[in-house]
């Protein structure tokens, strides 16, 4: 029996004929109903991460009212380039005499308990509180009030492409041109996709027909985005700074460093390579490495990883801003990769903190001339990955305190004026054309 039962399997011809006879034996088997098929399909109600926002009209307001577009204000998540989103919003926000969060998650109590004065409010409403959080949940077909002096900033390209529709039917709805918007662009998005509707959808928010004012994440990220013929309407740029609240921990005396590897980990966001990041320890292992070492990952929860001859990647996940830079200054290297013309902010913050660093090199970046301390790979496999780490760690077992006499090559990572210094020309970019004054 098992002879024919693997010559059957062997031929597609028997194969067919077999499940035929067996059909006709049993019955056809049950068919799933086309709705329940439909809903297997990713695409078959369309683009998921299109805000499907619907617009209402609301009279002019008491001037002005500025509006941040943000995909969450979860406490949880507001870190890093949605924390810049909001310091953005703040400084800007001087110069109006209204402002609004739309928060496309919802919002609750905890969102806004690091906003001052801001209240929760409803998205349709058409008279609101001078500062207002409203939400707008994805997929939920809000309604969103919008007045003629409404304006835009948008934080994420899925918020740009909003912001235009919104702009085409306040100019449709209320008369005068399109009126400018302001994006902040912190990485190309477009590349966060394959080659696909949203990357189509992602690039295109970077040729609009509405008037655009960019404001970009770095010098690197402008560079790329002119490699790539992008063109907006105005642009500004600011570079990145040391977290203020690391800023005290580069006067602390230095702790002891343990010889311990800090790998940034997010499985869940492919741009930062988390398979490179195992491959490369994985074969740092294999080239004699972690003999008395520790490797933990720190970004986001994820099971343990087995590295090879009993080390383990273990998880800090996400960390407080505090025990992160804690956890810097007792560390001895830094593995942080980005598939991106993003600087990035952890390999950044590990070199200037002491820590030996191995990043890659993307297009026009390359973060070792930065700081001494970062070692950028041109060549993204586990090979080049796993030699540059051992010879950060075998530079650290000679000489632990290596890392405090490196140099910092781009001193104003450590700045401390105005992150946005161009927020009062940016500001008279948007207020041009507003059928209200500008507050005094």
Request: proline share 8%; hydrophobic share 40%.
């Amino acid at each position: 029996m098992s002879t024919l039962r693997d010559a059957i399997r062997r031929s597609a011809r028997l194969t067919a004929l077999a499940r035929g006879v067996r059909d006709a034996v049993r019955g056809p088997g049950p068919v799933a109903s086309p709705r329940a098929a439909a809903a297997d399909i990713p695409g078959m109600d369309g683009v998921a991460e299109l805000l499907r926002v619907r617009p209402r009209a609301a009279a002019a307001g008491d001037g002005p009212r500025l509006n941040l577009l943000i995909p969450t204000l979860s406490a949880r998540r507001v870190f890093g380039g949605a924390k810049t989103a909001i310091d953005l919003f703040e400084e800007l926000g001087r110069h109006f005499p209204q402002r609004r969060i739309v928060s496309f998650t919802p919002v609750t109590g905890a969102s806004t308990e690091t906003l001052d004065g801001f209240a929760i409010g409803s998205a349709s409403d058409e008279r609101t509180p001078p500062r207002v959080v409203v939400a707008a949940p994805s997929g939920s077909g809000t309604v969103l009030a919008v007045g003629p002096d409404d304006v835009f900033l948008a934080t994420f390209w899925s918020t740009a492409e909003l912001a235009v529709r919104l702009i085409r039917w306040q100019s449709a709805t209320f008369g005068g041109p399109l009126r400018p918007y302001a994006y902040l662009v912190q990485d190309f998005e477009a590349g966060f996709y394959p080659w696909s509707a949203q990357y189509e959808l992602a690039r295109a928010t970077y040729a609009s027909d509405v008037p655009t004012i960019a404001v970009v994440n770095s010098g690197l990220l402008g560079d790329f985005l002119d490699g790539q013929g992008v063109r907006f309407a105005g642009r500004h740029t600011f570079e990145p700074r040391l977290d203020p609240r690391l800023r005290p921990l580069l006067d602390r005396a230095a702790n002891r460093r343990g010889r311990r590897i800090v790998a940034y980990g997010r499985p869940g966001t492919p741009r930062n390579a988390f398979p490179l990041v195992v491959d490369g320890l994985r074969d740092w292992v294999a080239r004699g490495g972690g003999g008395g070492w520790e490797v933990v990952s720190a970004g986001e929860p994820h099971p343990s990883v087995d590295l090879g001859r009993d080390l383990v990647l273990g998880r800090a996940g996400k960390l407080p801003i505090e025990a992160y830079g804690s956890l810097l200054r007792e560390s001895a290297v830094g593995l942080s990769l980005m598939v991106s013309p993003h600087p990035s902010y952890p390999p950044l913050d590990m070199a200037y903190l002491g820590m030996r660093v191995v990043t890659n090199a993307f297009g026009p970046k390359d973060l070792s001339t930065w700081h001494e301390n970062i070692t950028s790979v041109r060549s993204l496999t586990a090979e080049a990955i796993g030699e540059a780490l051992l010879a950060a760690t075998r530079a650290f077992e000679a000489d632990p305190a290596a890392g405090e006499r490196a140099r910092a090559l781009r001193l104003d990572y450590l700045a401390d004026g105005p992150v946005f210094p161009f927020v009062d020309e940016l500001a008279a970019e948007l207020l041009a054309g507003s059928t209200s004054p500008p507050p005094s």
